[in-house]
């Protein structure tokens, strides 16, 4: 490992205050630098490592940019068509009642493609965990117009931004799912600053917690960037979801179970 | 009350250079390097080995995960 | 000694399934297969086995739960019929692409498109040259019985597991639906150790499992291709499954399969009433085909009827094989019809003797 070591001195394994998860191998991520993506995965996987789980967990890839990530998860994996990582995800929860199981699923794959796996999961209650990385862009194949992708917003297949009676409305996949009796917990996170950072694992901690009291589905939107896709610097690009995505996408709880 | 200081350590080679944590820094000790790491991005590093408090904000930011935050007590 | 039972082919599947040890069925209504699902629903098999049978949303839904289940190591299965099994194309494809075991059974009918309810054996193509995209096999069986539909079942998972491949039963809505005397196996225990290759939670001392269909590296996914058809060229090999009925003094056969087999098999009796020798040449395993088997019966005979309830599919493989030594026709009814045995007689004597 090359570093650049400032105080030596204090580098000492009972100094040591943060570390990455063992629940991540050490690949390099292939995601542009600054992409949430890393950040969310990071915190899946340092919530599986706090719970114990890594030999009890099952993750569901989706297509899109984290196609890749059973690359990085030190846990057994599932690649699953475009879209249908809900589908995937239902049969091996039922037929493994006693495991964990994840999906991971970006804007495209969740809330264009995979709708009606989607609703239909959530809507059965299946007790799995639901994770979708809303960036408001296909990042994948070069920056298209997704389901999530804002009013005006530019992308390469609205090049002079999203018109809505030309190309339809952006969709609140989050609040659609909120109103199924399947889900028992809803909520609307991001990564970009150390505050929200904290809130998602939180929220990441609770979503396990509660598929492991069977009650239901757990489902956590997290509102990221595309740096690539909105052709800005990293920074700025958080800068512009912060000002932009949030307004329409407001973070926060929208279903929460009630307290026994 | 006792002091806490902190320090970094910066996996360099796997910096991808998004200067996320710079932001991040509540004592803007952290800064992006001149030189380029093997994949050819500028690298985040400790400007200031006094400012760090090791509060783990720039690691827990860090999409890449390639900060290793230490923290002690002094005085 | 257990008795026969009257049952209809899809129940008669959905009940060998229960005793083969089935973990999961996942599956979508669809005419002319849903006694599948109904019986299983019927059935409680979660309280008989502890079998997970789930409603899907749709045909894609349902074959994405079969790719999460086999991936989980389980015994699992799906049925549909065309126009269903069309829609799990992509599926199937990534099934194949991703080395899992699972049943698929097509209780056919009549297309394309909508097409209709009724039988037919028109999902030939799709089932043994791939169906969906990318180079690969499903080895398909075609049972000409309600007997075969049950026995069938075990023989798809012994396959599917032998070779970490997705098996195809073909059947049609004739045999789907008759009601036929049957008897089942005892009860097969559900597996207890899943495959080592199952993505079921990784313990301490193995790495992770990962289960997908894709390589972004083209020389390594080269290498894959080449390993499926190693796997392929292995399954030709030694899986091949036929039947041959009064081929020995035959001047002539029909090739059949399925529904049409059964109606050829009256054709021959009635052709050797009039004094043609006929045989049936059935083949079993539809993929891999009996391309051998059907070559060396061409060398004794005069010529061959491929009566199919389809346009002409399984004719082409049958000429394959003949490579043009001896006449090879087809005869068949489309969109559902089914052909009388007179008429089919009257094909062969059209077509082949005096053509």
């Given at each position: 490992?090359?570093?650049?070591?400032?105080?030596?001195?204090?580098?000492?394994?009972?100094?040591?205050?943060?570390?990455?998860?063992?629940?991540?191998?050490?690949?390099?991520?292939?995601y542009c630098?600054?992409c949430?993506?890393?950040?969310?995965?990071?915190?899946?996987?340092?919530?599986?490592?706090?719970?114990?789980?890594?030999?009890?967990?099952?993750?569901?890839?989706?297509?899109g940019c984290?196609?890749?990530?059973?690359?990085?998860?030190?846990?057994?994996?599932?690649?699953?068509?475009?879209?249908?990582?809900?589908?995937?995800?239902?049969?091996?929860?039922?037929?493994?009642?006693?495991?964990?199981?994840?999906?991971?699923?970006g804007d495209g794959?969740?809330?264009a493609?995979?709708?009606?796996?989607?609703?239909?999961?959530?809507?059965?209650?299946?007790?799995?965990?639901?994770?979708?990385?809303n960036n408001g862009i296909y990042g994948m194949t070069g920056g298209q117009m997704a389901p999530t992708t804002l009013?005006?917003m530019k992308s390469s297949t609205s090049p002079y931004g999203r018109?809505?009676?030309?190309m339809?409305?952006?969709?609140?996949?989050?609040?659609?799912?909120?109103?199924?009796?399947?889900?028992?917990?809803?909520?609307?996170?991001?990564?970009?600053?150390?505050?929200?950072?904290?809130?998602?694992?939180?929220?990441?901690?609770?979503?396990?917690?509660?598929?492991?009291?069977?009650?239901?589905?757990?489902?956590?939107?997290?509102?990221s960037n595309c740096n690539s896709g909105w052709k800005m610097?990293?920074?700025?690009a958080?800068?512009w979801?912060?000002?932009?995505?949030?307004?329409?996408?407001?973070?926060?709880?929208?279903?929460?179970?009630?307290?026994? | 009350?006792?002091?806490?200081?902190?320090?970094?350590?910066?996996?360099?080679?796997?910096?991808?250079?998004?200067?996320?944590?710079?932001?991040?820094?509540?004592?803007?000790?952290?800064?992006?390097?001149?030189?380029?790491?093997?994949?050819?991005?500028?690298?985040?590093?400790?400007?200031?080995?006094?400012?760090?408090?090791?509060?783990?904000?720039?690691?827990?930011?860090?999409?890449?995960?390639?900060?290793?935050?230490?923290?002690?007590?002094?005085? | 000694?257990?008795?026969?039972?009257?049952?209809?082919?899809?129940?008669?599947?959905?009940?060998?399934?229960?005793?083969?040890?089935?973990?999961?069925?996942?599956?979508?209504?669809?005419?002319?297969?849903?006694?599948?699902?109904?019986?299983?629903?019927?059935?409680?098999?979660?309280?008989?086995?502890?079998?997970?049978?789930?409603?899907?949303?749709?045909?894609?839904?349902?074959?994405?739960?079969?790719?999460?289940?086999?991936?989980?190591?389980?015994?699992?299965?799906?049925?549909?019929?065309?126009?269903?099994?069309?829609?799990?194309?992509?599926?199937?494809?990534?099934?194949?692409?991703?080395?899992?075991?699972?049943?698929?059974?097509?209780?056919?009918?009549?297309?394309?498109?909508?097409?209709?309810?009724?039988?037919?054996?028109?999902?030939?193509?799709?089932?043994?040259?791939?169906?969906?995209?990318?180079?690969?096999?499903?080895?398909?069986?075609?049972?000409?019985?309600?007997?075969?539909?049950?026995?069938?079942?075990?023989?798809?998972?012994?396959?599917?597991?032998?070779?970490?491949?997705?098996?195809?039963?073909?059947?049609?809505?004739?045999?789907?639906?008759?009601?036929?005397?049957?008897?089942?196996?005892?009860?097969?225990?559900?597996?207890?150790?899943?495959?080592?290759?199952?993505?079921?939670?990784?313990?301490?001392?193995?790495?992770?499992?990962?289960?997908?269909?894709?390589?972004?590296?083209?020389?390594?996914?080269?290498?894959?291709?080449?390993?499926?058809?190693?796997?392929?060229?292995?399954?030709?090999?030694?899986?091949?499954?036929?039947?041959?009925?009064?081929?020995?003094?035959?001047?002539?056969?029909?090739?059949?399969?399925?529904?049409?087999?059964?109606?050829?098999?009256?054709?021959?009796?009635?052709?050797?009433?009039?004094?043609?020798?006929?045989?049936?040449?059935?083949?079993?395993?539809?993929?891999?085909?009996?391309?051998?088997?059907?070559?060396?019966?061409?060398?004794?005979?005069?010529?061959?009827?491929?009566?199919?309830?389809?346009?002409?599919?399984?004719?082409?493989?049958?000429?394959?094989?003949?490579?043009?030594?001896?006449?090879?026709?087809?005869?068949?009814?489309?969109?559902?019809?089914?052909?009388?045995?007179?008429?089919?007689?009257?094909?062969?004597?059209?077509?082949?003797?005096?053509?």
């Amino acid at each position: 490992m090359a570093e650049k070591v400032v105080n030596q001195e204090m580098i000492k394994p009972e100094n040591l205050v943060y570390q990455k998860t063992k629940v991540l191998n050490d690949n390099v991520m292939h995601y542009c630098p600054g992409c949430g993506h890393g950040t969310a995965h990071r915190i899946i996987a340092e919530v599986i490592e706090e719970m114990d789980i890594q030999s009890e967990i099952i993750g569901i890839a989706p297509v899109g940019c984290s196609v890749l990530m059973y690359n990085y998860f030190n846990v057994d994996m599932q690649e699953a068509a475009h879209g249908r990582a809900p589908a995937v995800g239902t049969a091996v929860k039922r037929l493994l009642p006693e495991k964990f199981v994840f999906t991971y699923q970006g804007d495209g794959d969740l809330a264009a493609i995979g709708t009606a796996e989607t609703i239909h999961a959530c809507n059965r209650g299946e007790n799995i965990t639901m994770f979708f990385i809303n960036n408001g862009i296909y990042g994948m194949t070069g920056g298209q117009m997704a389901p999530t992708t804002l009013e005006g917003m530019k992308s390469s297949t609205s090049p002079y931004g999203r018109d809505i009676p030309m190309m339809g409305n952006p969709l609140k996949m989050t609040e659609l799912v909120a109103q199924l009796p399947g889900t028992c917990y809803v909520t609307r996170q991001a990564v970009h600053d150390p505050s929200h950072v904290r809130k998602t694992k939180k929220a990441v901690r609770k979503a396990l917690e509660y598929q492991k009291k069977n009650m239901g589905t757990s489902f956590i939107e997290i509102v990221s960037n595309c740096n690539s896709g909105w052709k800005m610097a990293p920074v700025e690009a958080n800068n512009w979801m912060v000002e932009n995505m949030f307004p329409f996408f407001p973070l926060g709880d929208l279903k929460v179970p009630e307290e026994k | 009350m006792a002091k806490v200081k902190g320090t970094i350590v910066v996996d360099i080679e796997k910096c991808k250079g998004c200067e996320i944590c710079v932001t991040a820094c509540p004592t803007s000790v952290i800064s992006m390097s001149v030189e380029v790491n093997g994949k050819g991005y500028p690298y985040a590093y400790l400007n200031d080995p006094d400012g760090c408090t090791g509060c783990s904000n720039c690691a827990i930011v860090c999409p890449d995960g390639v900060i290793t935050v230490y923290r002690q007590k002094i005085g | 000694m257990e008795e026969y039972k009257l049952m209809k082919g899809n129940e008669a599947i959905a009940e060998a399934a229960i005793r083969a040890g089935t973990d999961g069925y996942f599956g979508y209504p669809i005419t002319p297969q849903s006694e599948v699902m109904e019986y299983l629903m019927a059935e409680k098999p979660h309280e008989r086995t502890g079998m997970v049978v789930l409603q899907a949303e749709s045909e894609v839904a349902s074959i994405n739960m079969l790719y999460g289940g086999a991936a989980a190591g389980k015994k699992v299965f799906t049925s549909s019929s065309s126009p269903g099994v069309s829609l799990m194309q992509e599926g199937i494809s990534y099934i194949a692409g991703a080395e899992l075991p699972c049943l698929i059974v097509n209780v056919a009918r009549g297309g394309p498109g909508l097409g209709t309810i009724q039988p037919g054996q028109a999902d030939y193509f799709q089932a043994t040259k791939g169906g969906g995209h990318g180079d690969y096999n499903l080895i398909v069986l075609a049972p000409a019985s309600v007997q075969e539909m049950a026995d069938f079942v075990s023989l798809s998972y012994d396959l599917a597991f032998k070779y970490r491949n997705p098996v195809m039963i073909l059947s049609d809505g004739a045999i789907g639906q008759m009601m036929e005397k049957v008897k089942f196996k005892e009860q097969e225990p559900r597996m207890k150790t899943p495959p080592d290759w199952a993505t079921v939670g990784k313990p301490a001392d193995r790495g992770p499992n990962i289960i997908t269909s894709l390589d972004l590296d083209p020389a390594r996914q080269e290498r894959f291709n080449h390993k499926l058809q190693e796997k392929y060229k292995k399954i030709r090999e030694k899986e091949i499954l036929f039947e041959e009925i009064d081929c020995e003094d035959a001047d002539y056969a029909f090739v059949a399969y399925g529904t049409s087999a059964r109606i050829c098999q009256k054709s021959m009796q009635l052709a050797r009433e009039e004094g043609i020798k006929v045989g049936l040449f059935r083949p079993i395993t539809l993929w891999p085909f009996p391309y051998e088997q059907v070559t060396r019966l061409s060398k004794k005979i005069k010529g061959m009827l491929s009566v199919e309830l389809s346009a002409g599919q399984m004719v082409e493989d049958v000429r394959l094989a003949v490579e043009g030594k001896i006449k090879v026709h087809h005869y068949g009814r489309m969109g559902g019809m089914i052909p009388t045995p007179e008429e089919i007689v009257l094909a062969l004597k059209k077509q082949i003797i005096g053509g």
